[in-house]
């Protein structure tokens, strides 16, 4: 189990954490995420071998937030 964590630029409410983790558990492999709005961060736990870096942040942008690094 691997553990990420991402700056999200536009993550301004709460309203906007529920949406991003709600994208984010959508993507396989994905086992636990948690966005913060006073940090603008998401922390992603996931299984690499069934997910990639790329399936979740591919779900982060399609969702509509912007990742600001990596």
């Not at 086992?31 to 690499?48: L, R």
């Amino acid at each position: 189990m691997q553990e990420k964590t991402f700056k999200i630029s536009n993550l301004n409410s709460d309203e906007d954490a529920r949406e991003l983790n709600g994208a984010i558990l959508g993507v396989w492999g994905i086992s636990g995420t948690e966005a913060s709005v006073h940090h603008k961060t998401v922390t992603i736990k996931f299984d690499e071998r069934m997910s990639s870096q790329e399936d979740f942040m591919q779900a982060v942008r399609e969702a509509g937030f912007d990742l600001t690094s990596e």
